[in-house]
């Protein structure tokens, strides 16, 4: 069992930029590849970047390809995802997810584990 609990979520201008972590439990998490998922009000969740157990593969949504930056730190647990010149359009909550496989997926139900998720908001 893993346990994500994401933070760093808030309120920022747009232009700005803020930097996400989620905290994994457990021994395998070097072991798991990663996703960041967000979802808006009436819109389905979608993925916004991935990265695979080393982290030497990342994906990322075209929306924010150049503008976001997924990494991971095995010894720490943790995986972040840089998010600079924010737009309006990428308020959401954003969820952290974890896939028992060593590769990403595209999709979110082939993830195992979520976080509680943490609200971005980008204001004008």
């Known amino acids: 069992q893993v346990q994500l609990v994401e933070s760093g979520g808030g309120l920022v201008q747009a232009g700005g930029s803020l930097r996400l972590s989620c905290a994994a439990s457990g021994r395998t998490f070097s072991s798991y590849a990663m996703g960041w998922f967000r979802q808006a009000p009436g819109k389905e969740r979608e993925l916004v970047a991935a990265i695979n157990w080393s982290g030497g593969i990342m994906g990322y949504a075209d929306s924010v390809k150049g503008r976001f930056t997924i990494s991971r730190d095995n010894a720490e647990n943790t995986v972040y995802l840089q998010m600079n010149s924010l737009k309006l359009e990428d308020t959401a909550v954003y969820y952290c997810?974890?896939?028992?496989?060593?590769?990403?997926?595209?999709?979110?139900?082939?993830?195992?584990?979520w976080g509680q998720g943490t609200q971005v908001t980008v204001s004008s």
């Open positions: 997810a974890a896939r028992r496989s060593s590769n990403y997926h595209l999709t979110p139900s082939e993830y195992d584990y």
